[in-house]
């Protein structure tokens, strides 16, 4: 079936990086892009950035600008989101998704299929 | 960017009965909007995209309308498995924007 699989919970200092991965299977990887989520405790969803599957183009949100890197591995078809410079309030849980966008290359901004999410904790 | 806001915050309701959210982007998004649902613990599930389509598998029970800036997300005769935050989200423009989540009990 179609999911997207994350890596593991991750224990960051302030000031550190963190790379999150997002494994796909069960469609073909390049005709969707993918979005990154993310949720900070007991509060609402806000998009990171979106990258394209077939060509690596990025749109990333203003605040993350300069912050945040999306890549693409298609041999594995595997996406990744590295955020750097890390602050406590960046402490949340981090969730890739499938843009539904039929076009390929582009971007919609809805999401039909979630990872289950990774929980990046980030203190001192 | 565009504001998402919906009403109520929280609300509970009794199994069996209609329950109701209302969604409002601060400007016409057509009907570029979907609904999400989130169990505690758990990704967010799409339920109803472009404002009033049910995404394949969702019960009937529940269903959406609305265009331009004023949208509404119905359960009929409401389950206990529904218990959830429900989301609302804007497409027509980037970035993305949620509403900040509708938590519904149940009595």
């Known amino acids: 079936q179609v999911q997207l699989v994350q890596s593991e919970a991750e224990v960051k200092k302030p000031g550190a990086s963190v790379k999150v991965s997002c494994k796909a299977s069960g469609y073909t990887f390049t005709h969707y892009g993918i979005s990154w989520v993310r949720q900070a405790p007991g509060q609402g969803l806000e998009w990171m950035g979106w990258?394209?599957?077939?060509?690596?183009?990025?749109k990333y949100a203003q605040k993350f600008q300069g912050r945040v890197t999306l890549t693409t591995d298609t041999s594995t078809s595997t996406a990744y989101m590295e955020l750097r410079s890390l602050r406590s309030d960046d402490t949340a849980v981090y969730y890739c998704?499938?843009?539904?966008?039929?076009?390929?290359?582009?971007?919609?901004?809805?999401?039909?299929?979630w990872g289950l999410g990774t929980v990046v904790t980030v203190s001192s | 960017d565009i504001q998402m806001t919906q009403s109520p915050s929280s609300l509970s309701a009794s199994v069996g009965d209609r329950v109701t959210i209302t969604c409002q982007a601060s400007?016409?998004?057509?009907?570029?909007l979907n609904w999400y649902q989130q169990k505690p613990g758990k990704a967010p599930k799409l339920l109803i995209y472009?404002?009033?389509n049910l995404e394949t598998g969702v019960p009937s029970r529940f269903s959406g309308s609305g265009s331009g800036t004023d949208f509404t997300f119905t359960i009929n005769s409401l389950q206990p498995e529904d218990i959830a935050t429900y989301y609302c989200?804007?497409?027509?423009?980037?970035?993305?924007?949620f509403g900040q989540g509708t938590r519904l009990e149940v009595k």
């Open positions: 400007q016409d998004i057509s009907n570029f």
């Open positions: 472009d404002a009033s």
């Open positions: 989200q804007q497409y027509d423009n980037l970035p993305p924007s």
């Open positions: 990258i394209s599957a077939n060509n690596g183009n990025t």
């Open positions: 998704a499938r843009d539904i966008s039929p076009i390929v290359g582009t971007i919609i901004g809805a999401f039909d299929i």
